[in-house]
């Protein structure tokens, strides 16, 4: 009874919720179309205009707002995502399967690899460079960022792989063995393709997590900013609607991604189907 | 029998040790090694250009001796526990109407992704979009005029504390819907359905059936914000104009001036106030049994 009036009640609620997750964003793409390179981060849009949208792209007459250094930044922040994601992946592969038997010590082992994504990002980036400058390493967002970066995104394929293989049904597996396939051949043959969609969400998350990771980043790397540390930079300056402009950039680049991700998990998927299917045939 | 069946179990546990050994050692390396090198360098003698690693408490007396440091400290465990308030407060009706009251399993998917698509712009461009909407000139004060609720435009908005928590809240109370709404869906239907045919009201029936049940999902949820919370400095730096300090931004400043014993302390403070919180967490829910 009263969740008859409840449930609207709640409805409306949850309307203004997602107002206020997308509020910021919904002003912020509005003032990226702020005219330049007068206009500044605020309202009233003085003129629509794509201006700093060309700004990033440096297709805009030298102004008093300097462009930003965004596009190697991309490129590193890119290149350390996939290193990430192919690392993290296969060490959450090879863990995650290792704990399908219950050996001495897993259970140290397990809150050993969570304790990587519970640890804050400050304290990894922290502690990451003391052990670099007490030992005379050099700093680089491709060594020591990324061996931070790996610390946090292996727990997550970790977790998600050993969620896919518990529900994994071991006895295709056996049937390939007693049939004298090789452990190896088996794995690649059989298990492999079994666990693709879980593979493929690991990379997923390795790789968004890796890419937009920030706190770590900012003491483990040394001077070769990555892309979040490029646009932690203009914190500190006075800020231009070409960051803005830039934010809008970033998202629909994240969602290209997010696209082709959907892609390739739609057609594995389809391609387990038709496999199926070709068994039943068979 | 029993012994091929043994070696078959040893090589098997052969194996297992083989495919773990390249994660643990990696986590042990790279995680272990540098929270532990944290604690040592804690004690390490600092001077002005470098440090020594000749012990001492120097750094610890510093710090517990500065009014500065002591209330970036308590700075920071209080805007741990308004985010987290604000977070549930917030979230819980979120998740009560995905995971409960909606009933196709389609919507409530939707409504999850519609949560989590603002994940995919960067977390630093998402506390940047915060200053256009609060600032004096932004979004909120310009309609609050125009509504004419407010002759001047309020500016405490910005810069303040509350324009953190405003921050943090938004960019961290979806880890708070999600488990919620999680724990909310696997509610059988059917004792609640038993509660009202016995003629309890709505409130009863959330107060003795649907919140306890969905207490792990809100603990796993208090222990994702709380962990993202407390190493928080980037919204503080972004949003407060330096007028709150946490311990996050105390080691930031501390390692920009190369003081990296007194940021080694504030390293360990923080270790500690966090371990504490995950497992006062615990101790209210026991995790494996519910999961």
């Given at each position: 009874m009263e969740s008859r009036v409840l449930k609207p009640v709640l409805a409306v609620y949850v309307g203004l919720f997602i107002l206020f997750l997308y509020g910021p964003f919904i002003v912020l793409t509005i003032l990226s179309f702020q005219q330049g390179p007068e206009g500044g981060p605020q309202f009233p849009i003085i003129e629509w205009s794509t201006y700093w949208y060309r700004h990033i792209f440096g297709l805009t007459p030298p102004s008093r707002v300097a462009p930003l250094p965004f596009g190697e930044s991309l490129i590193r922040s890119l290149t350390l995502a996939f290193m990430t994601m192919v690392t993290s992946t296969v060490l959450g592969v090879m863990s995650a399967q290792a704990f399908r038997s219950k050996f001495k010590g897993s259970g140290f082992v397990f809150y050993l690899i969570v304790l990587g994504m519970m640890v804050p990002g400050v304290l990894t980036g922290l502690g990451t460079a003391l052990v670099a400058n007490t030992m005379g390493i050099e700093r680089h967002w491709w060594s020591t960022a990324f061996v931070t970066h790996v610390v946090y995104t292996f727990p997550f394929a970790f977790l998600v792989m050993l969620a896919i293989l518990n529900r994994f049904d071991a006895s295709v597996e056996e049937a390939s063995w007693s049939l004298g396939v090789p452990p190896m051949r088996t794995f690649r043959?059989?298990?492999?393709?079994?666990?693709?969609?879980?593979?493929?969400?690991?990379?997923?998350?390795?790789?968004?997590?890796s890419y937009d990771e920030f706190s770590r980043t900012l003491f483990a790397s040394g001077r070769d900013q990555t892309l979040p540390l490029a646009i932690y930079g203009t914190f500190a300056v006075e800020i231009h609607p070409n960051v803005f402009a830039f934010g809008v950039l970033t998202t629909l680049f994240s969602f290209s991604l997010l696209t082709v991700y959907a892609v390739l998990m739609t057609m594995s998927v389809r391609r387990a189907g038709r496999a199926a299917i070709q068994e039943d045939i068979a | 029998m029993a012994e091929q069946i043994e070696t078959a179990e040893t090589?098997?546990?052969?194996?297992?040790?083989?495919?773990?050994?390249?994660?643990a050692v990696w986590m042990a390396l790279f995680l272990a090694v540098p929270i532990l090198m944290i604690v040592y360098v804690s004690f390490w003698t600092q001077t002005t250009f470098k440090i020594e690693p000749i012990l001492t408490i120097a750094s610890w007396k510093q710090f517990f001796s500065s009014e500065t440091y002591i209330g970036s400290l308590f700075t920071t465990v209080r805007l741990w526990l308004i985010v987290l308030a604000a977070t549930f407060v917030l979230g819980y009706p979120t998740a009560l109407f995905v995971g409960l009251f909606v009933k196709s399993k389609t919507l409530s998917t939707v409504l999850l992704v519609i949560c989590v698509i603002p994940f995919w712009t960067s977390f630093l461009i998402r506390v940047l979009a915060w200053r256009p909407m609060l600032g004096k000139e932004g979004a909120i004060n310009i309609l609050l005029q125009k509504a004419g609720l407010i002759s001047?435009?309020?500016e405490a908005l910005l810069f303040s504390e509350l324009s953190v928590v405003i921050g943090m809240t938004q960019i961290y109370v979806v880890f708070m819907v999600g488990p919620i709404a999680f724990m909310l869906s696997r509610i059988d239907r059917n004792i609640i359905e038993a509660a009202r045919d016995l003629g309890a009201s709505f409130w009863r029936i959330f107060f003795k059936i649907i919140l306890p049940l969905s207490l792990p999902g809100v603990i796993v949820g208090a222990i994702f914000v709380s962990v993202m919370v407390l190493g928080e400095f980037a919204t503080t730096a972004a949003l407060s104009g330096r007028k709150v300090n946490l311990l996050g931004n105390i080691i930031v400043t501390q390692v920009g001036s190369l003081k990296w014993a007194l940021a080694s302390v504030v390293g360990v403070i923080l270790t500690i106030i966090m371990g504490l919180v995950i497992a006062g967490f615990l101790r209210v829910v026991d995790l494996k049994k519910e999961l």
């Open positions: 043959k059989v298990t492999f393709p079994l666990i693709f969609p879980g593979v493929l969400s690991a990379m997923l998350f390795a790789f968004t997590l | 090589t098997r546990n052969r194996t297992a040790y083989w495919l773990i050994a390249p994660g001047a435009p309020i």
